[in-house]
């Protein structure tokens, strides 16, 4: 079957690093989402990897690993605002999305 | 400014009753996607649509209806067939980006009394 683990919660210090972990089974794959999502909230695209290694987007950084089947979101200088549930998602073989429960991310000061 | 609105924000049914969550997006986006969200859990699709006037029941379609009439608009009927309504509702549409991103609208939540 398809799966998606992740985290459930995570706490972090405001100004520290925090990555959140994702492993996916997926029939095929076609890239890996991360979106973040603030209490009743619409999901915001974050990141997009389709091809090994890291991809930087100021604060924000995401990993893949294909063979692995790994993922994760990196998240520097945190910032209260960070505190959100983030979601990982990856595309099967035909482009849809399976979907992980999301990890809570709860940045004390 | 483009984007996807979806209303209401907030609905109340009581049991047996069908209620209709309006969805619509002027991002001129031909896929457009029903979601439902509960705690502790991923996104379900319950439906979705590739091109007006066609539509593919998702992985939980089972008492839910839709229509596909516009490309701006796709409506979710909640059925009195739907076990367990009560859930976080969320819209979504796709573009052509090499990404293939979804755009969310801000949500509706259903509450069964």
């Known amino acids: 079957g398809q799966n998606i683990d992740q985290p459930t919660e995570m706490t972090a210090t405001e100004g520290a690093i925090v990555q959140i972990n994702c492993t996916y089974q997926?029939?095929?794959?076609?890239?890996l989402f991360w979106y973040q999502q603030h209490a009743g909230e619409a999901p915001t695209f974050l990141s997009y990897?389709?091809l090994d290694g890291l991809e930087e987007k100021g604060r924000f950084s995401s990993f893949l690993s294909r063979s692995k089947g790994y993922s994760y979101l990196l998240l520097k200088e945190l910032q209260m605002k960070d505190s959100a549930s983030y979601l990982c998602a990856a595309m099967d073989s035909n482009y849809q999305l399976i979907w992980g429960a999301g990890t809570k991310l709860i940045i004390k000061p | 400014d483009g984007g996807i609105t979806q209303s209401p924000k907030y609905l109340f049914r009581k049991e047996g009753q069908n209620v209709t969550l309006s969805c619509e997006q002027n991002l001129n986006h031909d896929a457009m996607y029903w979601y439902r969200q509960d705690p502790g859990q991923g996104l379900r699709l319950i439906y979705y649509s590739q091109i007006v006037n066609d539509f593919q029941k998702g992985d939980i379609a089972e008492g839910y209806s839709v229509s596909r009439e516009k490309k701006e608009s796709f409506p979710l009927t909640v059925t009195s067939a739907q076990k367990n309504p009560t859930a976080f509702y969320l819209c979504a549409s796709k573009g052509s980006s090499d990404t293939g991103e979804l755009f969310f609208g801000e949500g509706s939540r259903l509450t069964v009394l």
């Open positions: 990897n389709v």
């Open positions: 997926t029939s095929g794959f076609n890239g």
